[in-house]
């Protein structure tokens, strides 16, 4: 079997490892002393029913449109996802991006706009 290295663990390198496993032989190198790259995995409680739930900090946005190999890589390994709402501010005079989590909000630059 033809060997193959993935450098970096992260969401692409993993994601690369799963999808290529079957025939290649494959070698991950990571410089860090975990596996994950920006990704960090936190236990929050739900609303309303205080159950933990692991949540990836890792990820900004994520969407079935914009990542659709990532939506067909969580789907084979059963990882299920709720929907949320977010929008995206844009200061101009600032020349930065703020994030809410709640539309209609408003962003936490002053002057943004575009939520």
Not at 82 to 109: L, Q, Y
Request: with cysteine; proline share 3%; net charge positive.
């Amino acid at each position: 079997m033809t060997r193959l290295a993935i450098i970096g663990t992260g969401i692409a390198g993993l994601g690369c490892a799963h999808f290529l496993n079957r025939d290649f032989e494959i070698t991950l190198f990571e410089h860090n002393s975990y596996v994950g790259g920006h990704s960090n995995t936190v236990a929050v409680e739900e609303p309303g029913t205080g159950r933990s739930l692991p949540v990836d900090t890792g990820f900004m946005v994520y969407n079935r449109v914009t990542y659709p190999l990532l939506t067909r890589l969580f789907g084979q390994l059963g990882v299920e996802s709720k929907p949320t709402t977010m929008c995206r501010g844009w200061n101009i005079a600032a020349r930065r991006s703020t994030t809410s989590s709640r539309r209609g909000e408003t962003c936490s630059a002053r002057g943004s706009t575009g939520c």
